[in-house]
């Protein structure tokens, strides 16, 4: 609808709708079902974790689908305007900070932990809070949350400035995929994972990480210097050279 036929915002300033997007099967999904229902979307944003300055948070596959195919289509096919976020900083950079603070003075902050998550909040979470920040409107943040995620959902309710269109139309995580598939927009990467995310992350699940060992070698590789200078383990439990070893044990077996 026209700008001035909006719900005004906190203080009386028009709400800016925009789209989180991963361009995973749900946030794409959403987006396409936002479209489908007519409902107002000023911009699409994207925040890209890097390793380093050349490196993509992203698997390979999935940062090609999104920088050749996704952001073409979404632009020049639907008209949207695609608006990618980075903070300043890298994951790389952030492991051989050194620290100047606490009981670990002098020794590089390593892999982050379930403990001190810093890789959230430093890469993706102050780049999305400046870009907020920045905004003269009030924002409305659509969520890629399907119908069939309660507890996520029951987490959104708690706020009054975002919602979760799939859910509201009865959307499924299954229904998200088969939507991508007909759109042509489905990523890569779920040939060979369940679900997308930075390919260096220490939540990801065992399947994931013997994924990245076998298809990306050189992306493993990367992990290995990093726990060479990091006190901490790649996980809780394991080091990257613990989940190699588990990884070419499973590989010689029959």
């Known amino acids: ?26 946030s794409l999904a ?5 479209i489908k229902h007519g409902l107002p979307l000023d911009e699409v944003i994207y925040c890209e974790v890097m390793f380093d300055e050349h490196i993509s948070g992203e698997y ?4 090609t689908f999104i920088y050749n195919k996704a952001i073409p289509i979404l632009e020049l096919c639907y008209g949207l305007k695609v608006t990618v976020l980075r903070d300043k900083t890298t994951y790389k950079e952030n492991c051989y900070h050194i620290r100047t603070k ?8 390593g892999f982050p932990s379930r ?4 890789c959230n909040g430093y890469l993706k979470m102050r780049p999305i809070n400046a870009y907020h920040k920045s905004q003269m409107d009030t924002i409305h943040e659509y969520v890629g949350i399907a119908a069939d995620e309660p507890k996520r959902l029951e987490r959104l309710r708690k706020s009054p400035t975002s919602s979760a269109p799939l ?7 299954a229904e998200a995929l088969e939507i991508c598939k007909e759109h042509f927009l489905l990523s890569p990467i779920y040939k060979t994972q369940e679900r997308n995310g930075c390919w260096f992350c220490h939540n990801a699940r065992i399947g994931e990480m013997r994924s990245l060992w076998k298809h ?10 990093i726990q060479n200078i990091s006190e901490n383990p790649f996980t809780n439990r394991a080091s990257i050279f613990d989940l190699e070893k588990r990884f070419e044990k499973e590989a010689q077996m029959p």
């Not at 990306?216 to 210097?225: D, T, Y």
């Open 167 to 173: 859910a509201d139309f009865g959307i499924t995580e």
């Open 102 to 109: 606490g009981k670990r003075v002098g020794t590089p902050l």
């Open 30 to 34: 959403m987006i396409l079902t936002i």
């Open 115 to 118: 403990l001190a998550n810093w």
């Open 216 to 225: 990306h070698p050189e992306l493993w590789a990367e992990l290995h210097e």
């Open 1 to 26: 609808p026209p700008r001035q036929q909006r719900w005004r915002g906190v203080g009386g300033l028009f709400l800016k709708y925009i789209a989180s997007c991963s361009f995973g099967k749900d």
């Open 60 to 63: 390979p596959e999935h940062a």
